[in-house]
């Protein structure tokens, strides 16, 4: 009986010990999110945690949640915040103690001329500047700043356009004053 005991506790933890693995340490899946970082705040009243949102566009379904368990790594997205990044992620099965179960494990800030590498675990190579892409950037901007001043000779509906941009995607809005840059 003695023997059993001791048995049944070895599996017992060596089942736990593998739960735990399973449930918190494994990632199930990881990537990239690419967006504006809108918050990231240290929360909690037992266990402080890093959390925070990127918004990948407008509408709700493009607001993405995450954690951040390294506080090196959450301080210095904590200077980001407002600016267009691009998170590399873990996703667990369970996330506790944090809110979510996506970690991030590094991050990049995005710019149309180069990034900024604010952790060296799982970088992704930087890619030489392709021509292309700027001609894609330079190119959007004539269509969009094409589109506004087609509207221009209708005032009202320019300012109804200008008014709804402004209340429902704050990117677009600021693109208005580099139309006339």
């Known amino acids: 009986m003695k023997k059993f005991k001791i048995t049944f506790f070895l ?12 449930l918190f ?18 929360k909690g009243k037992i266990i402080k945690t890093w959390e925070g949102t990127i918004d990948e566009g407008s509408g709700d379904k493009l607001t993405t949640y ?19 990044v691009i998170l590399f992620y873990e996703e667990y099965i369970v996330g506790w103690p944090r809110d979510t179960k996506y970690n991030i494990v590094s991050w990049q800030q995005s710019t149309e001329e180069a990034y900024h590498t604010g ?13 292309t892409s700027e001609l894609y950037g330079i190119l959007g901007k004539t269509l969009f700043c094409s589109f506004l001043g087609t509207l221009i000779n209708d005032k009202e509906l320019y300012q109804q356009v200008k008014e709804y941009i402004k209340n429902n995607n704050q990117y677009l809005y600021r693109q208005y004053d580099k139309c006339n840059d």
Do not use: C, M
């Not at 599996?11 to 739960?19: C, E, F, G, K, S």
């Not at 951040?68 to 210095?76: G, I, M, Q, S």
């Not at 952790?119 to 021509?131: I, K, L």
């Open 66 to 84: 995450f954690s951040v368990k390294d506080n090196e790594l959450a301080k210095e997205l904590y200077e980001f915040k407002g600016r267009k």
């Open 119 to 131: 952790s060296t675990q799982h970088q992704e190579p930087e890619e030489e500047a392709q021509p």
């Open 11 to 22: 599996v017992l933890i060596i089942v736990l010990v593998v739960a735990k693995y399973i």
């Open 25 to 42: 340490d494994y990632p199930v899946s990881t990537g990239k999110r690419v967006g504006n970082l809108t918050k990231l705040s240290h």
